[in-house]
C-alpha cells in the first residue's frame, strides 16, 4: 500500500502562487507517473499536470504557462507550482500516483485526499 500525503492549498488572490507538495510512502519498490488532478463542484475530474520518472511532463491547456509540476524521487514526493492563478482554477486538488509495491510488484494507482485551492477575484 502506499500513502498520499498532500499539502499547500489554501485562499489566494487571482494573480497570485500556490505551491503544493504530495509525498508518497509506503511499501514501494517504484513509482512511475504521479499527477495531479482537479476537481470542482460538479464537474469531473480532471488531469493538471503529470511528470514521469524521467521527467518528462503533461499539462492540461488551461494551466499552461502558468502551472509547473516537479518531483524529487529520492523522497517520493510530487510538487505542482501555481503561478497567476485565476478564480477558475478553484477546485479540489488530487494527487495521483502509480506505483508499483512489496511484496507482490503489483502495479496500481493510488489518490490522495485532495487539498481545497481557492482563488478570490
Known amino acids: 500500500q502506499v500513502q498520499l500525503v498532500e499539502s499547500g492549498g489554501g485562499l489566494v488572490q487571482a494573480g497570485g502562487s500556490l505551491r503544493l507538495s504530495c509525498a508518497a510512502s509506503g511499501n514501494i519498490f517504484s513509482i512511475n507517473v504521479m499527477g495531479w488532478y482537479r476537481q470542482a463542484p460538479g464537474k469531473q475530474r480532471e488531469l493538471v499536470a503529470a511528470?514521469?520518472?524521467?521527467?518528462?511532463?503533461n499539462y492540461a491547456d488551461s494551466v499552461k504557462g502558468r502551472f509547473a509540476i516537479s518531483r524529487d524521487n529520492a523522497k517520493n514526493t510530487v510538487y505542482l507550482q501555481m503561478n497567476s492563478l485565476k478564480p477558475e482554477d478553484t477546485s479540489v486538488y488530487y494527487c495521483n500516483v502509480e506505483s508499483t509495491t512489496y511484496p507482490l510488484l503489483t502495479l496500481r494507482e493510488y489518490w490522495g485526499q485532495g487539498t481545497q485551492v481557492t482563488v478570490s477575484s
Open positions: 511528470i514521469t520518472k524521467t521527467g518528462s511532463t
